[in-house]
């Protein structure tokens, strides 16, 4: 049972999903599969419940999970104590969006690369809107993040850049856009918003306001998936300016003029505060306070 394999056991515990965990962690579903029962066979427990539909961690498991929560905390302790404060090893795990790994992080990984290039970059991109439970989960030491209405106080956040938040509408279906007295009627035109996230507080917070029912198409999962489906002419959407410029479907949309004025995304690097004691995040917060 090697650290490796408590780091493959401690990411399938959060996910209960073998398929997302393989996948994040770039082994086969077999593979996994095999780890997780000689783990079992070891401790001559099962450590989960598996059906068709779901994955559950028995009573061993959750017991399991806090000896490897445990192990792996003493590990990363271990490296720091190994590390001087100018060669840093270890592992240093990020999460955040595709939009943030190719348009926020580049330089800022690039001169902790130089910086420390003893550490390994364990970098998962995936749905925004998950980043900050990745934090509370231990699935990430650092995220990119839209800072919150109400920032959890056993977390820290610096910020990196703004983006305002824009409706969009297909080019190639105008007649998708309802119009009463030469406006938009929002009430009628059909809507593709985000299922969860802080873009959903947002555009929640404005049907309230204006105390109307909306006409929702879709809500879907991804600001990219909201793109694709404005472009079909499935409806308007609800995206950051940012997510929507480095969109390869940004040819096929238009931001509208004459709509709702909803407050920016403020876009920055969170992380848990106790986490800055961990000299691999503590060198990537300040390589980034020096943008």
């Not at 998962?124 to 209405?149: R, Y």
């Amino acid at each position: 049972m090697d650290i490796r394999n408590l780091n493959l056991f401690r990411h399938l515990a959060a996910t209960l999903h073998f398929a997302r965990t393989s996948q994040a962690c770039f082994i086969t579903p077999s593979a996994l599969t095999r780890v997780i029962q000689r783990i079992e066979s070891e401790l001559g427990e099962p450590l989960f419940l598996r059906s068709n539909r779901s994955v559950e961690l028995t009573p061993a498991g959750e017991a399991f999970k806090q000896y490897a929560d445990d192990v792996l905390q003493r590990w990363d302790r271990l490296q720091d104590e190994l590390s001087s404060e100018t060669i840093l090893k270890g592992e240093l795990s990020i999460y955040c969006s595709v939009t943030a790994s190719y348009g926020i992080l580049p330089d800022i990984m690039a001169k902790y690369r130089r910086a420390y290039p003893h550490v390994r970059i364990h970098l998962e991109t995936g749905d925004p809107a998950k980043a900050l439970v990745k934090l509370f989960n231990q699935d990430a030491d650092m995220v990119i993040a839209a800072l919150p209405d109400t920032l959890p106080e056993d977390l820290v956040f610096q910020v990196l850049s703004e983006t305002p938040l824009v409706f969009i509408a297909p080019l190639l279906f105008p007649e998708i856009i309802v119009e009463t007295g030469g406006r938009i009627d929002w009430e009628k035109t059909p809507l593709i918003i985000p299922d969860h996230g802080l873009s959903r507080d947002r555009i929640d917070q404005w049907f309230a306001r204006e105390n109307f029912i909306p006409h929702i198409y879709s809500e879907v999962a991804g600001n990219e998936a909201i793109i694709v489906m404005v472009s079909l002419g499935c409806g308007l959407g609800l995206v950051p300016r940012m997510v929507l410029e480095k969109s390869p479907f940004l040819d096929q949309v238009r931001v509208l003029d004459e709509s709702p004025q909803l407050p920016p995304f403020v876009i920055g690097m969170c992380t848990r505060g106790k986490n800055l004691v961990n000299p691999r995040v503590n060198a990537l917060w300040r390589i980034a306070g020096e943008r």
